[in-house]
């Protein structure tokens, strides 16, 4: 497996979290919570034209999965972008609320060479939250 920046589990050809949002950092009323930047350039494989560097890996992420449960109503979107500065929403799903009884998982096909997750909380605020993401090889 490669090592991964941001890592908290040790997993990569199958899942690998990346970025955690837990209960110490709660949401407030309608915030906005932006995951971690992953470059997936820096895999062989990813985009045409891309240049890894030279020891890249040529385990390609192909998508990008995220979970997220919270004890009041939001958003929960996978973001891409070509350069790191313009963000695109590829996929998108309200989050209901019900801290561990209702979860919700978002995938999406890595097409740009930058992902992130973004969980957008309604208008209570939270007590209760999980958000884990992951790269996934197939």
Known sequence: AMDMPHAHLNFLSGDRELSTLNGDAALGASATFDGTTHDCG?????LPGNNPPPNAGTNAPSLFRVVASADQSGTLNVQ???DGT?????????????????????ESKVVMRYVRCQLV??????????????????
Not at 42 to 46: A, E, I, L
Not at 86 to 106: H, I, L, M, P, R
Request: glycine share 6%; proline share 2%; hydrophobic share 45%.
């Open 121 to 138: 909380n309604g208008s209570t605020a939270q007590t209760k939250v999980e958000l884990d993401s992951v790269l996934v090889s197939i």
């Open 42 to 46: 820096r895999f062989s494989g990813v």
């Open 86 to 106: 313009n963000w695109f929403a590829t996929d998108t799903a309200a989050v209901a609320a019900g801290f561990q009884t209702k979860t919700t998982v978002v």
């Open 80 to 82: 891409q972008s070509p």
